[in-house]
């Protein structure tokens, strides 16, 4: 994922900015974590990719291929 990225994604439960947390310096993003500004939820940063499911769906879909 690319940091720039960070600027138009928005929260997917209540609509606020997300922040990025990771220890990453580069401008590519491969693992880490978007936290919410508002309500606080935690969305992991996977292979690259954000996953943007809700706790529920992202706790069942998360293993599969």
Do not use: F, W
């Not at 929260?11 to 220890?23: D, H, I, N, Y």
């Not at 996977?46 to 293993?63: E, F, H, K, W, Y």
């Amino acid at each position: 994922m690319k940091r720039s990225l960070i600027a138009i994604l928005c929260c997917p439960a209540c609509r606020s900015q997300l922040r990025l947390e990771t220890a990453e310096t580069d401008e590519d993003v491969a693992s880490g974590s978007l936290v919410c500004r508002a309500c606080k939820e935690t969305y992991p940063i996977a292979d690259g990719i954000p996953v943007l499911l809700p706790s529920d769906l992202r706790q069942t879909n998360m293993g599969k291929s």
